[in-house]
DNA sequence: TTCATGCTTCGGTCGTAATCGAAACATCAC
DNA sequence: GTGATGTTTCGATTACGACCGAAGCATGAA
């Protein structure tokens, strides 16, 4: 049932918890209790009805157990739901500095969203290291040119999940890049500490990384 | 907040009413209440709702109330919960024959989906008609092809509705054709005889209908 | 062992919303 | 006008689920 899964996210506490695991990190339930803003038995409870409802994945470690989002599917609906309450106003508009910071750059499960997320997508293209539209394909040069950012191709493309994904933007309204190939782009570009993870989704970028990143990626 | 849409969609009535309207027709309270399996009163209210969370528009004809998705980013909205739901096997399997016809052809909003939507965009592909992935484009080979199937090309690409749009379909987790094009090849074939609505969102294709189908655009 | 931390289970309270019958309202047909 | 059909409002019932405090369980640290 259809309704099952949207009741699940349609609670506010549950949608709290869903929205701070779409940056793709693994979270406690202390962690997403105060997410929610709701007291620890509560988030338990309601941790154990996503689980149930197979939205989430828990791993248990120590005396931790960690909570994230249980596929890339799960993170790019909560995304065109939220393209759906800003267009019919159900949203606080509030355009303050973080609204700003998370349009030009965030993290959209385990990849890079927003502006220049989208940018990014764009450059690749053009410089023909990708190419087709939704369904998309690394070409020749690109796999020379991911290589050499240290991205190790054959072990991608032997794993489950598609290289390659485009996932729609619900802020810019157009594609940015998925899969495989998304989560390693941002990874490497964390790692060269071009930008990092602030507390929330949003992507920090310095600005040294900034211009480093737009030339490494010819924007 | 994204919660206030998904628990619109969360209660299994109002689910129901949902899908209902998934082929893109109109329909009435009394119509919407028996999808849903509710008393009047009851989807009047839920109907209420509906309409105030922007999910729906109504229509006001005589002593009718006519409601249908407001936009057809609701009806992929819904495509993509449904296909959660399946992965997560929230769903009734049932594989009857009823369920096997709906992965054949069957309405999704205003134009086709299943595997004969799919193949069908392929199809345009291949032959040249259209170009582009996820933003797709009609060619000139393809504006004469459609013009000879009394499409008025040019009335189209007035509208404010994209003319090509690729919509994910659940069932073959592929893309079929929608926008304004998709809606003329629906109306097309459906003026042809070829297939006719049936009561569900079913598409059922004559014999003879599916030949002429598959010859008029090369499948 | 003992203590601290993280999480779950239990039990009870409270709100909210889904539900329907009856009655009111609106529109058309005659 | 009267009657028939379609829809909404009202009122009352009911049920489900969100919530938290307290107590219990599990794991790791000292």
Same mark, same amino acid.
């Given at each position: 049932?259809?309704?099952?899964?949207?009741?699940? /996210?349609?609670?506010?506490?549950?949608?709290?918890? #869903?929205?701070?695991?779409?940056? =793709?990190?693994?979270?406690?339930?202390?962690?997403?209790?105060?997410?929610?803003? %709701?007291?620890? $038995?509560?988030?338990?409870?309601?941790?154990?009805?996503?689980?149930?409802?197979?939205?989430?994945?828990?791993?248990?470690?120590?005396?931790?157990?960690?909570?994230?989002?249980?596929?890339?599917?799960?993170?790019?609906? /909560? *995304?065109?739901?939220?393209?759906?309450?800003?267009?019919?106003?159900?949203?606080?508009? &509030?355009?303050?500095?973080?609204?700003?910071?998370?349009?030009?750059?965030? /993290?959209?499960?385990?990849?890079?969203?927003?502006?220049?997320? %989208?940018?990014?997508?764009?450059?690749?293209?053009?410089? =023909?290291?990708? *190419?087709? *539209?939704?369904?998309?394909?690394?070409?020749?040069?690109?796999?020379?040119?991911? !290589?050499?950012?240290? /991205?190790?191709? !054959?072990?991608? *493309?032997? =794993?489950?999940? $598609?290289?390659? &994904?485009?996932?729609?933007?619900?802020?810019?309204?157009?594609?940015? #890049?998925?899969?495989?190939?998304?989560?390693?782009?941002?990874?490497?570009?964390?790692?060269?500490?071009?930008?990092?993870?602030?507390?929330?989704? %949003?992507?920090?970028?310095?600005?040294?990384?900034?211009?480093?990143?737009?030339?490494?990626?010819?924007?």
């Amino acid at each position: 049932m259809i309704s099952t899964v949207a009741a699940l /996210i349609g609670d506010p506490a549950r949608a709290n918890m #869903l929205t701070a695991l779409m940056d =793709g990190r693994a979270l406690t339930v202390t962690e997403l209790a105060s997410a929610a803003s %709701v007291a620890l $038995p509560t988030a338990s409870g309601h941790l154990a009805k996503l689980e149930q409802g197979r939205l989430l994945v828990a791993q248990k470690q120590g005396r931790h157990r960690y909570f994230r989002l249980s596929d890339a599917d799960i993170g790019e609906a /909560i *995304e065109k739901l939220m393209g759906i309450a800003q267009r019919t106003g159900a949203v606080r508009v &509030r355009t303050g500095p973080r609204n700003q910071a998370m349009r030009t750059a965030r /993290i959209c499960y385990d990849h890079m969203a927003g502006e220049r997320g %989208v940018a990014l997508l764009d450059a690749l293209r053009r410089s =023909g290291h990708l *190419e087709g *539209e939704e369904r998309l394909a690394v070409t020749a040069d690109g796999r020379r040119f991911f !290589a050499d950012l240290g /991205i190790d191709m !054959a072990k991608l *493309e032997k =794993g489950r999940r $598609p290289v390659c &994904r485009a996932c729609l933007d619900w802020s810019e309204r157009r594609s940015h #890049l998925a899969g495989a190939l998304g989560k390693a782009l941002l990874q490497a570009i964390v790692e060269r500490g071009w930008a990092r993870r602030s507390e929330s989704r %949003v992507l920090v970028f310095t600005p040294s990384g900034e211009r480093a990143f737009a030339e490494a990626f010819a924007l």
